[in-house]
């Protein structure tokens, strides 16, 4: 603080963020350094003093906390590291759902259950490293360090309150959630939601109500409830074999519920009473979009596989998608529409959750497009008619990351725009809105949503758009024989030390596949590498699938040949020359019976110009 001295002439408070003589009389304290991590002045004082932070945390600490007592800052690096938990984790942890009284509860009890204060240290170590990914000087600097010894806490705190020791408990899963989403440590976060989820559903909320339990720890209960069921929810955006806890009977832990005896549809209010706020309708619209995500997981569940699971959880039944369920789902979206709109016509929400209404919106619309085109006999055609909603979505998601509180990377474990933008880049077939994804995706900083990864998904969506476009770049329309129709990969997550970062740009396989329909002749040829070529036609396309990898799934590619599409269309490899691959046409079996007197071909092609058509 010497240069603030020198240029004002004044002592110096050493107050933080910005010292309080200066505040008051309306200057700019110069007596701090730059702000280098996300936008936050990270130069604490080193005098040990008390800093305007932590009076403000303290501020949220209430009297009726009972035993729960502030615990003092052990050091510089503990206040600076609380520093960081305050403003800048607590901002990703609820990125999309601001809420200040969820922030001012993560505040109240870092600062006074110990195990608690550990995990918060951890997530805000682990956010640092990010920006700093030098190795912690100390190992108290160290992320794991504090993981580990808020586990350590957790196994020795004391019992004498049941329900408080339960709450802490929950609050403690939920940080370590958040921390394993932000390591890349996916099956550990998703067991520790699957834990959550249990210990969530455990807590009586009517014996609480009756007992003695303090009010902030009621509130932290519901708090919690909420935060882990939507947790819960948003999961089956990327596990397809995720079933949330209330798609699930109560007695029975395994067994999916009917669409009409789902709690979470039935908490609409009636048609003619708008929802009292954007929580509410953000809680409504959560199940809905869930609903919709599980019914199409389940059909690809029954359509192919392998699926890739990042959990150990036990299959679920595959109950199926009536009719009567997608009109019940339908009308559920159509009615949440209603409410919401009447609404905003009588509430204008204020910052910081203004950025809720264009994520809100995002959300429903694209739910409404992949309902309506669930189980469609058009299958990917049915997604053109969607494109002024995709267009629509794309502007939306724009005005969603405009709004945002800060500035940097969006590391958190919500869900709010990269699944939304994927599954636009995937199913638009529009040249132009696609492109517009892959730059939303990779919007300068990085961007991070659970397991969802932005530059990610950009480079999965860029090889859909290779494989569909053919690398051209046509505004033509994309046969539906060359659409993908499935993607899945697999995220390899390598050495990454305490970054959390991948250790390569290349950890990535994925797997684009646009299944054969009918009739399916398979040959195999020496041609092609150490392992052959097997090669696979079938009776509705003029393509041929091949796989040089014996067979792997994750390597399978389509090609285009000059024979077109025949019932049926058999094919065959000569023994002498295996470069010769032969395919044999006549008529289409839509066209049999009606005359045409179609000759019988055989055209013959060179398996290496087809393999090298890519």
Partial sequence: MIAAVRIRRIKCDQSRPSCEKCRSTGRVCDGYSPTPFFGLDMNLGKTGRTSSSDVRMRQHIPPS?????????????????????????ILHIDEYHPCESWRNTLVRFSQTAPPVRHAAMALALMH?????????????NAPLFHYNKAIQLLLNQQTGDGTEATAITLLTCYLFIC?????????????????????????????????????????????????????????VTFLVDWTPADFLQPEHFETPISLCQEPGLSRLPVPDHAFTSLDRAADALQPLVARVMWLRNLELQQQQTPIYPLTDQDPTPQPPSSPSQ????????????????????????????????????????ISHILLNTHLSPAKELSYDIYTPQFQHCLSLAHQVTTTSEHTGPTLTPSIGLIP?????????????????VVHLLRRGAPMREAVW????????????????????????????????????????????GSTGRSSSPDALSFRCKTA??????????????????IVVSDADNNVV???????????????????????????????????????????????MGLGLLTPFTATVVSLTDILENW
């Avoid at 009621?218 to 947790?231: A, F, Y």
């Avoid at 590619?557 to 032969?582: F, Q």
């Fill in 516 to 533: 054969p329909n009918a009739s399916p002749y398979v040959v195999w040829s020496s041609v092609g590498g150490p392992n052959g070529t």
């Fill in 326 to 365: 997608l009109g019940i789902l339908s009308q559920q979206l159509q009615t949440w529409s209603v409410l919401f709109e009447d609404m905003l016509l009588h509430h204008q929400p204020q910052l910081p959750e203004r950025r809720l209404v264009p994520l809100l919106r995002l959300h429903h619309t």
């Fill in 545 to 591: 699938y091949t796989n040089r990898a014996g067979g792997d799934v994750s390597k399978w590619e389509l090609h285009d040949t000059p024979a077109g599409a025949t019932y049926s269309r058999s094919i065959h490899v000569l023994n002498k020359h295996p470069d010769s691959l032969l395919l044999f046409g006549g008529e289409t079996f839509d066209n």
């Fill in 128 to 140: 640092r490293s990010y920006r700093c990914p030098s190795p912690p000087s100390t190992p108290e």
């Fill in 179 to 235: 921390f394993d989403h932000l390591a890349r440590n996916y099956v550990q976060a998703m067991k520790h939601l699957r834990g959550g989820v249990h210990l969530a559903r455990s807590i009586d909320s009517a014996a609480i109500d009756k007992g003695n339990t303090s009010p902030a720890v009621r509130v932290l209960i519901s708090q919690l409830k909420r935060e882990i069921r939507r947790l819960d929810m948003q999961a």
């Fill in 453 to 496: 990864d932005g530059e990610v998904a950009a480079r999965v969506v860029e090889r859909v758009v290779e494989v569909e476009e053919g690398g051209g770049g046509s505004e033509a329309e994309i046969p539906v024989w060359r659409r993908v129709e499935t993607v899945s990969w697999v995220h390899h997550v390598g050495d990454e």
């Fill in 420 to 436: 939304v933008l994927f599954i636009i880049g995937v199913k638009c077939r529009h040249p132009v809105l696609r492109r517009q």
């Fill in 65 to 89: 906390l009972g035993p729960l007592l502030s615990l003092p800052t052990t050091g510089t690096a503990q206040e600076e590291t609380m520093h960081i938990f305050e403003h800048v984790s």
